[in-house]
């Protein structure tokens, strides 16, 4: 297919080159240009302009800001060459969702909603598991692309704003799992037991899964760096996840307790380092940071 | 081993079911004599202290104050026919773990704090994970029963009350993990997702793990009854976990937080339900429970 | 002088009514004509730039949103006839008040945030506390028209969003105060005693300050109507102290549980209430409610 | 009368001093003995006993745990000698209050439940308030010691742990107010107002009250010693009513919130400072403690 990409940090490089390896003709754009030549065997064009034409243009942004200047305040959807279906992949809110979805469908593009969960690690070898909201027509269109870069896609209605709705509680439960395993790797080392033998225990049985053996390697190594998920951004996407919930009349007490702590790390310069950094919250506090 | 069990709740006779089908000989005493009759192949005694003999005594209570009522107001240690050491399994705090092993050390008798992860079901095919702490010499005498009762026995020094803080941390990830499910779920539902689509999602994907699975499928269906492990009970460990952490200078804002959510949900009359319907709570709160 | 008024709320009535009787002439706008009226001595007129001119322009807005869309979106900093100094009340962000005032200072038009403390019973009475920020010329000349709503006016500094933190961190006390009143008054009701001789006591003794004797006879009294301040404003607020104090890496535990807790007291029907009605969740949620 | 005083801490000997002066014949007795000589023109007694008898003893304990070694341990009520009435004004658990009512009316010695509101400089004057759960007859015959002591006794009806359920309300709305302090002082710092101008606004206003006045000065001044009440105190407060409220279903966000800022704080090594030092708590975590 012919495909243009725009948004080439580290997830949407990993996902361009999945796109490339699978045969695709794949133009690439990014606003700082070095990371597009980044990207063997894509096409680096000069303007978001040149990328989002084609079968299909997916955009891989950092957030909203940045989806909403390159898309809308842009004017791409003003183009002539629009493309024929854009499949929207950032992590943005739901708000922005849903704007997005009625621009779309004003401007007569067909729009897929197709937020990722897994780590830089993981797009590499196009494992990642894809979540998926649009009309059927344009998600089943879009399968050559999703089946190059994820393990899996889970399509969740036609509603766009589902799949980044889906999107915010996964990362909110990933966010929450790294706190809990932070409290108890606490506790459990106030009382002479080494955080590091705790989490062995608990990831290698109750709790044997990627997020938490990943993280919990992390947290018991005390290593955070480098990044694979850094802090702020987390703290970005439990924003939007208590934003989309208050519009829906959902309080979220573990939501709020995760916002405190994580102004807290970026406050005491932990913002650009691992999200596995959130667990020296706790252990600052009680003295043992 | 000629082995004394006391205390046959429902996991108490599952363990103790593993023992008698191991080929040991198991005397078991219960405060309510018709649970003793119910572990086929055992032999029921009528008094607590004809248990707590033998080669080993194991103990499985319900709380701090069943356990130190049978054992400590209960003047079992004064007898002339202690064990030759008692395997303590209950899930207590870890002040009276402490206090425990002091007066063991008195009285002459190895003590071993070995609590377990796993419900009912699990400790019947003998598959718990259990935690041990205390002496080397005795753990290693105590392990044809461990071996009997959990598929892994994981060490944690010598110090007793170790084991139990780590039973603690586990419990606090337990129900963590399960109110994160519970506020993911009603996010959802308020942006028109089904609760049991995005835990389906989540739990055989970033969270597929024993306890995400269960509690997860016990969330989607809203199905409370009957209850694996009570809402009552898991309330106690979270209250256990947080005195334990107060006196080591910790604060734990999840735990906190639980604690309220677990006492709402036991004045709304969930107490005796599955832990599970800790989801109820944010879901009421958001006028969809 | 010859004043301009914007904003003929509840608030923005009684202000613009000591204005009159101070002897200035006033020019009322209010996007809905009715409330324009019903100022006694002011004149209406038809827009809000007739009112954004003159000696002195007062704004009274509901929100953000109101007052953006009324100065800035509609243009009134490029007309000709621009007032000689802006007097800005509301109730508004640190960051918009950030972006008026950088607005007012290239449009070359002095700005003044002046936000209130005092419900509408206060103000009808120009009993009103101020809290004044920007230039002190500017501040100066506003003087006649600040003694004549409130009963005094303190000043912090020429940095026009200081004023508007200062009022976030007013208002983030009150509701703080009326939860804490709330918390206190459904314990004691646990043990059997009444709330209200509980608030009688302490509102009249260690706390017997206006903010809690007005709010605790309310949650005494369980009297939630009419609002004198409604919910969904004091949820507005804490939105506002929490986005703020984000941006200056400030984490606020107690906002935290405010906002869970309004979400919660919106979605069950009490939004358009008393903010008292706050004191209904902990009651509610203990099954008393 | 002829009163023993038991318990002559920083409140005690105040208000042990203000029987002296209204002209009452006053055995004292403290577990240290150098406190007893401390009160001018009472009459230190050598024991627990020699104090408890009379008209009416008098006991003012640090907690729960002294108050029942002294009366119940000490085997105070079995003895022949015993007071016409058992005045107690510690501020101690509910649970111990119903306990002790159980155990007097068992020992037929009259109970009076009276803690108090007022820091030492208070109880110095004799102006503090008393909050007074009992027979009505009892409370009478109390009342010219209690009238000695305080500006006013609250009366709360026959159930003497009623007394202490307010006396908990109360003590943990004078915490919730500190911490709203703090937090609202440390957002307006970090927006560039003296955290002393914004509480210089607030306690001359809407929260002009003693509490507030008080330690919203100490926090102004950051002033944390000597300590008035010290934080570790306030802490065994916010946990006694902590467990109060869950006895009876009741969940409170404050008191949680409160207790894991307390919990930190004593890590921080805050504990024997003024309670106002709570307000280091948020300013730390924002890097500006």
Redesign the interface.
Known sequence: MDVGFIGLGRMGRAMAGCLVRAGHSVRVWNRSPEAARAVEGANPVATAAEAFRGDVAVTMLADDAALRSVIVEGGLLDWAERPGLHLSMSTIS?ALAQDLAAIHARAGVPYVAAPV?GRPDVAETGAL?I?ASGEAEAIARAAPLLDAMGA?T?P??T?P??AN??K???N???V??I???G??????E????AGA??LD??TN????????KGYGASIAAKRYEPPGFNLRLGAKDI?L?LA??????????????L???L??A???GDGDKDLAALARV?AR???RG
């Open positions: 739901v969960f598991n979540v899996k889970w969740f209605g509603e704003q589902r709705a889906v915010l509680a996964g909110f439960m990933l929450s799992a706190e809990a395993m409290e108890a790797a606490a506790f459990a106030g009382h002479g037991v033998d705790l225990l608990l049985t109750l709790f044997a899964s990627p997020v938490y924003r996840a989309a919930a208050e519009t829906v009349g959902v309080s979220m007490p573990f939501a709020s307790a916002r405190d702590n102004i807290e970026i406050a005491q706790v506090r009680s003295g």
